[in-house]
């Protein structure tokens, strides 16, 4: 099954950068895989963990959070916001057994369409290594849940 | 309908805290008494399942339900009093977002099972474990089944009203009586479906009586690691978590005003709809660092960022349980 698993990842960038470059990406080109679903908001610092939260539990396999390069955030500093938040959100994540590695920060400004292309291609393979996440939908608990109970007291 | 409506209480996985903030409303019992019919409430009264399951379904008017959903008993009452009730009520946290119980939802199910049957103070030399099914002499016995995952009481069945709390503030519970009285009475009509009672429009920082300045914290410090508490200054700029910023108001901000930091009881606040996403973003926001090891080491001062933010909303939360609970083992 592994073999032709092909991760669904989200990926939130923001307006001023990280959509620029993947943008810049396509006009130049440039080959990234159509695993990652690009979704754009005015900045990283928009991004409430609880956006990453659904994703994951509602099929995703991974998540990357993209945003401008410390310093460089159009609303000055929310892109450190955004580092924190992440930071946090991953601790809490690994205490509920989602490997913290599934998320992942990515700074790339307006002009790095390659790098940004690149880094998306690198954490695809990482995902892919990682297999599906294969979290019970949210959708339908009370099913999901009763069908994976194997009781065994 | 003949006679008084009919009333029913029940507890799930909970505590008995709701039912004694209930009973905690003194001379409004007698106010309750003379327009209820109390049918159903195995804490202050002798009932048996069997008299709910020969109800009528629909006979009871309005039922509160604390406590989340542990076993196949507790989904079976929920079931059944959804059944028979007109109103369903999730009472206090647990019913509504799993609660302190739902915390059990981070670890694997046999965990429980070592905790309860192995530890020093138990015991238990052969290592026996409870068995759904037992065959006697005079037949089978059977006792709940223990479910991997603790869900909420809507997970489970259709609820009406949601009222927070843990428990819920005894005048709030008084208040909610009140209205149930005057809809029996025709003179009030009821709030929509879905709503939740007895809690403000706000949130718990909305009604804490400290001092907010710019939030800056570079340190967090756990509660006994502090020799004096500043009475007057928010508890987070003195390093201390508190998850007011994203809890429900209607305590009248309780804790923080002797010098405890919210848990989060109350529930999200209006608009909230992942409490511990509130709670990373509100906590990380006011981080004063901007060098990611500098960040690390601060945040190393939360010793414990899901059992925190998720202390009672675990289990109606984005991802409802830890990974481990669910492969039921």
Redesign the interface.
């Known amino acids: 099954m592994t073999n032709n698993f092909e991760p669904l990842i989200i990926g939130f960038t923001c307006n001023w950068c990280s959509y620029r470059a993947a943008d810049m990406a396509g006009t130049g080109r440039e080959k990234y895989p159509p695993n990652i679903r690009l979704i754009r908001m005015m900045c990283s610092g928009r991004l409430?963990?609880?956006f990453v939260?659904?994703a994951?539990?509602d099929g995703a396999d991974g998540v990357m959070i993209t945003g401008c390069h410390?310093g460089e955030c159009h609303y000055l500093?929310q892109n450190?916001?955004a580092?924190?938040?992440t930071?946090?959100?991953k601790?809490?994540?690994g205490?509920?057994?989602?490997d913290p590695e599934r998320v992942k920060l990515v700074w790339a400004s307006a002009a790095e369409g390659v790098y940004l292309a690149k880094e998306i291609g690198i954490f695809v393979e990482e995902i892919r290594e990682k297999g599906p996440l294969d979290?019970?939908s949210?959708k339908n608990?009370?099913i999901s849940?009763v069908e994976?109970?194997?009781?065994?007291? | 309908m003949t006679g008084k409506p009919k009333f029913a209480m029940y507890w799930a996985a909970s505590c008995g805290g709701c039912e004694i903030a209930t009973l905690n409303m003194h001379e409004k019992i007698l106010d309750f008494d003379a327009n209820f019919k109390v049918v159903f409430w195995p804490v202050a009264m002798d009932a048996k399942y069997k008299d709910v399951e020969a109800m009528e379904d629909g006979e009871i008017l309005v039922t509160l339900f604390n406590g989340g959903i542990r076993n196949s008993e507790n989904e079976h009452i929920a079931k059944l009093l959804r059944k028979k009730s007109q109103i369903l009520v999730s009472f206090g946290s647990c019913a509504i977002e799993g609660g302190i119980p739902g915390l059990a939802n981070?670890t694997e199910?046999h965990h429980f099972?070592d905790t309860v049957y192995t530890t020093v103070s138990t015991d238990n030399t052969n290592n026996h474990?409870?068995?759904?099914e037992y065959d006697m002499p005079e037949g089978k016995i059977t006792i709940p089944?223990?479910?991997?995952?603790l869900?909420t009481l809507d997970?489970?069945v259709d609820v009406d009203y949601y009222m927070p709390g843990c428990p819920p503030e005894t005048h709030q519970i008084a208040a909610v009586i009140d209205v149930l009285i005057s809809v029996v009475k025709g003179e009030a009509v009821l709030p929509p479906k879905g709503s939740f009672l007895g809690v403000g429009n706000s949130t718990v920082c909305d009604e804490c009586g400290r001092t907010r300045n710019l939030k800056k914290i570079t340190e967090f410090k756990r509660i006994q690691d502090i020799k004096k508490i500043d009475p007057d200054l928010c508890l987070i700029e003195q390093g201390i978590l508190c998850n007011g910023p994203a809890t429900a108001s209607g305590c009248e901000s309780k804790c923080p005003s002797v010098n405890a930091p919210c848990a989060g009881c109350y529930g999200p606040a209006i608009g909230v709809?992942?409490f511990?996403?509130?709670m990373?973003?509100a906590?990380?926001?006011v981080?004063d660092?901007?060098d990611?090891d500098e960040?690390?080491r601060i945040?190393d001062g939360?010793i414990?960022?899901?059992?925190t933010?998720?202390r009672f909303g675990l289990a109606n939360?984005?991802?409802?349980?830890?990974?481990?609970s669910?492969?039921?083992?």
């Open positions: 409430d963990p609880m939260m659904k994951l539990s410390p500093e450190y916001k580092l924190r938040r930071i946090l959100l601790r809490t994540l205490q509920m057994g989602v979290w019970p949210r608990p009370a849940i994976k109970e194997e009781v065994s007291v | 981070l199910m099972f474990r409870p068995q759904v089944e223990f479910k991997p995952v869900q997970q489970v709809k992942d511990g996403a509130r990373i973003t906590i990380a926001s981080i660092a901007e990611p960040i690390e945040m939360i414990d960022p899901a059992g933010f998720y939360s984005m991802m409802r349980t830890g990974k481990a669910w492969n039921g083992k």
